[in-house]
């Protein structure tokens, strides 16, 4: 009889309840779904709420998302680290591919949000309770029809190629958070009652992509022999990396504890003068010969 493999636990049930984890966050909802039950007839209407459910649970098991907790026509998809890309790159990922599948393949209106940020676990996901969860959800509610809208949070930590994707599209009037928005042109259609002036997130993205540019990356070199015809090069990010500090708690001794610990080293010094521990009688950091 041959032993089949166990199959390994979802990391939703291997996380310990209050174990804090990278989350992303996409949250979605469908549009104009309301408008169809007096526009269309009721087969139509039951066959388009099926595809769509059918699409979003599908791309949900494709990045591994913990279990759904729908709220009508509305979902939030979890996602944590794996496949070694971390949480906000699959949320991205995914939300991609919501909106390929639900706006572009099946002809639905949608809105999407994405967020990400370190969560505390609760193995019923429709119990966790943090405030990333709410920014998320008014992302989605504020982003235009047929977009997505991801937090600074995540633009922040996306690679160059993916950051082109995405136009400013404003800060948000409910909670001030800086929103990016994909596809670009969806920037033009924002809600201004959902938005503040974007004047300063535009110049900061300008700022950035200055910084990105190969002008103040690029540190030129010479004396070592050319491998491209170009200007010798690195580039500042592998010349510079980020440190590593692991932070360390030290306890501090007690009143009484120090009291006692003076009053022991008074003996001993003690001692050490009269030829019994004279080790003891040495001062700190001194060596014999």
């Not at 759904?68 to 944590?80: A, H, I, K, S």
């Not at 929103?179 to 974007?198: H, K, L, N, S, T």
């Amino acid at each position: 009889m041959n032993d089949v493999p166990a199959m390994p636990e979802p990391w939703w049930d291997a996380t310990r309840e209050g174990q804090t984890l990278p989350l992303g966050l996409v949250k979605l909802d469908r549009k104009g779904s309301t408008t169809e039950w007096r526009e269309l007839p009721e087969a139509e209407v039951m066959r388009r709420a099926a595809r769509f459910s059918q699409s979003v649970e599908g791309i949900a098991r494709e990045f591994e998302a913990a279990p759904l907790n729908w709220q009508g026509d509305g979902v939030m998809l979890l996602l944590t680290d794996g496949g070694g890309l971390p949480a906000h790159v699959r949320a991205v990922q995914a939300a991609r591919m919501l909106w390929q599948r639900i706006r572009i393949d099946l002809n639905l209106p949608v809105r999407i949000g994405v967020h990400a940020a370190p969560v505390a676990w609760n193995p019923d996901p429709g119990k966790i309770r943090h405030q990333a969860l709410d920014l998320c959800g008014h992302l989605e509610g504020a982003a235009p029809v047929d977009a997505i809208a991801i937090s600074e949070d995540v633009f922040l930590a996306l690679d160059e190629a993916d950051a082109k994707e995405f136009a400013p599209l404003g800060v948000t009037r409910r909670d001030g958070t800086p929103a990016y928005v994909f596809p670009p042109g969806a920037a033009a259609r924002r809600e201004a009652g959902q938005f503040d002036d974007i004047a300063d997130l535009e110049m900061w993205d300008a700022f950035r992509r200055y910084l990105r540019s190969p002008e103040v990356r690029n540190l030129r070199y010479v004396g070592l022999r050319l491998v491209k015809k170009e200007p010798p090069h690195l580039d500042i990010r592998d010349v510079f990396v980020p440190q590593e500090v692991e932070s360390q708690s030290v306890r501090m001794p007690s009143p009484a504890e120090l009291e006692k610990l003076v009053a022991k080293r008074g003996r001993g010094a003690k001692r050490g003068t009269a030829g019994g521990d004279t080790e003891n009688a040495r001062p700190p950091g001194s060596g014999g010969i």
